[in-house]
């Protein structure tokens, strides 16, 4: 569940934020302040931890306490202002990636409130890519691109290549096409349909890896590496990575997880020997670790039910990678 602070400041303000905190309930864990003096050390901390910062006071007050904090459109989370009565929500920072733009809306229909939107491709009724991605949780390759779409839609519709399915009816801005001067692309591959491509990378590569004892983290990397230029892969759609429970210690397969910022996730002999699929067999592998493939029935296991090997066991260097393919569709609300 997602975190949010609450901060009054009077008696009026008091009790719109129990009325925030009650909107907002179904969604997010609430943590109301009334903080009193000096706001910079509080809200410095609570920006660093909460998804969402919400004031009920003068915008001059959210201002200036969250100034010092301010970073990234990329990082920072959402902050709103609400007047200590509650007639208008003001989405402050953070409208689009941070979702305050959303909230805002959550929460003025809840109070029956005014939402205050200021950016413009709301406000011009536009396709917002950021906002979009964000909710779906995809990655975004540049921001200085998606600045540039975000900037261009407003003058024109712009073209949006997938390779996944999608549901729900496009927006306003956009259409399907895989040509064109600028577009995005929801794609795991390393696609460019358009001259200038926003990659909007879904994470839905599993990646099976197996490999010798005290394989050094160096190694496995390079074997990834090599799999993924090979056929043309984008390393940020990675969702995990997998192996058999017996490499659960492995130091650089662990190291290499860490590093990469994934998951891993280790299944069993018998659980891969139950992976649903036709795979590589080893009688090797089966001798050493009980069943027959670790990295192929790793990855389908990884990546669920309707899961595409799409890369089969791969050697080298005393590691083996394989990549599945998870079963993921994308929706326009």
């Given amino acids: ?33 009334a903080p009193r003096g000096n706001l910079t050390p509080l809200t410095a901390e609570l920006f660093a931890e909460r998804d969402a910062l919400i004031f009920v006071g003068a915008c001059g007050i959210a201002v200036r306490a969250i100034a010092p904090c301010v970073a990234a459109k990329t990082t920072d989370p959402a902050v709103l202002v609400l007047d200590e009565l509650g007639l208008h929500v003001i989405s402050l920072l953070s409208g689009h990636i941070g ?49 540039l ?33 600028l577009g995005a692309a929801v794609t795991w591959r390393r696609a460019e349909p358009f001259r200038r491509t926003l990659y909007l990378v ?15 983290e160096e190694r496995i990397a390079a074997a990834v590496d090599a799999v993924f230029r090979e056929h043309g892969l984008l390393s940020a759609a990675v969702a995990e990575l997998a192996s058999i429970d017996v490499k659960c210690d492995e130091a650089g397969l662990l190291s290499y997880a860490a590093s990469t910022h994934r998951p891993i996730r280790f299944f069993s002999a018998e659980e891969l020997r139950a992976a649903p699929g036709e795979f590589t067999a ?22 669920g039910e309707g899961a595409e090997l799409i890369v089969r066991k791969t050697s080298q260097n005393g590691v083996t990678v394989a990549v599945a393919l998870g079963n993921r569709r994308i929706t326009f609300e």
């Fill in 1 to 33: 569940m997602k975190t949010a602070a609450v901060l009054s400041f009077s008696a009026k303000g008091a009790e719109t934020a129990r009325r925030v905190a009650a909107a907002l309930e179904d969604e997010y864990e609430i943590s109301l302040y």
């Fill in 99 to 147: 979702g305050a733009n959303a909230l805002c809306w959550k929460l003025a229909a809840a109070l029956e409130s005014e939402a205050v939107i200021t950016t413009a491709t709301d406000v011009n009724k536009r396709f917002s890519v950021d906002a979009w991605a964000s909710r779906q949780g995809l990655g975004i390759s540049s921001m200085d691109l998606a600045k």
């Fill in 149 to 181: 779409f975000s900037a261009s839609i407003l003058k024109r519709d712009l073209p949006m290549y997938t390779d996944l399915p999608i549901e729900g009816d496009l927006p306003s801005g956009v259409y399907f096409a895989a040509e064109g001067a």
């Fill in 202 to 216: 879904p994470p839905v590569l599993h990646v099976g890896i197996g490999c010798k004892r005290d394989t050094p």
């Fill in 282 to 303: 080893s009688a090797f592998v089966a001798g050493t670790v009980g069943v027959d493939n670790v990295c192929e029935r790793a990855a389908v296991l990884s990546a």
